[in-house]
């Protein structure tokens, strides 16, 4: 586990911990951008750009390019408020936005839930592991597939 004060957060307190460190960045909080991200925190399962077009084109009552959600989310993912599920091709809300660690997700094969752990000394020694093997800028995308709690 983390070895420093490392909150989790959800709800609304995961909103406000989300601005913050948004506006810690430097950037905006706009309204497209609070609606997408209020799309995005309400999945407890990896969401594509397309279903949180979908969401955020009910919410705000017309047409939201998948394209103008898609570079929102990638900014999200810049500035830490959301995370990347490379196996799923989706993305999920990050639970600690004021906090950098290279999550490792766990993501059920049956009802597509995603948990996630984190543990620095485990991605730590991937890192190290790549540094060994000469490699540069390194960026563990720890994603393990399995069966949740609720299916196994
Ligand atoms: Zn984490
Ligand atoms: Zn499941």
């Given at each position: 586990?983390?070895?420093?004060?490392?909150?989790?957060?959800?709800?609304?307190?995961?909103?406000?911990?989300?601005?913050?460190?948004?506006?810690?960045?430097g950037?905006q909080?706009?309204e497209?951008?609070?609606?997408?991200?209020?799309?995005l925190?309400?999945?407890?399962?990896?969401?594509?750009?397309?279903?949180?077009?979908?969401?955020v084109?009910?919410?705000?009552?017309?047409?939201?390019?998948p394209?103008?959600?898609?570079?929102?989310?990638?900014?999200?993912?810049?500035?830490?408020?959301?995370?990347?599920?490379?196996?799923?091709?989706?993305?999920?809300a990050?639970?600690?936005?004021?906090?950098?660690?290279?999550?490792?997700?766990?993501?059920?094969?049956?009802?597509?839930?995603?948990?996630?752990?984190?543990?620095?000394?485990?991605?730590?020694?991937?890192?190290?592991?790549?540094?060994?093997?000469?490699?540069?800028?390194?960026?563990?995308?720890?994603?393990?597939?399995?069966?949740?709690?609720?299916?196994?």
């Amino acid at each position: 586990m983390a070895d420093h004060a490392h909150h989790e957060h959800s709800g609304k307190g995961l909103i406000s911990a989300a601005q913050d460190a948004f506006a810690e960045a430097g950037e905006q909080w706009t309204e497209m951008r609070a609606d997408v991200y209020a799309a995005l925190a309400q999945c407890d399962r990896p969401a594509s750009a397309y279903d949180l077009a979908e969401s955020v084109s009910s919410l705000r009552g017309k047409r939201v390019a998948p394209n103008s959600v898609y570079r929102i989310l990638d900014l999200f993912v810049r500035t830490n408020l959301a995370r990347r599920i490379e196996s799923a091709n989706a993305y999920l809300a990050n639970s600690h936005p004021s906090c950098r660690h290279d999550c490792i997700f766990l993501i059920c094969d049956s009802c597509g839930k995603a948990a996630h752990i984190d543990d620095d000394t485990l991605t730590g020694s991937l890192v190290n592991a790549a540094r060994d093997a000469g490699f540069a800028d390194v960026r563990p995308v720890v994603e393990l597939r399995g069966l949740c709690t609720d299916c196994n």
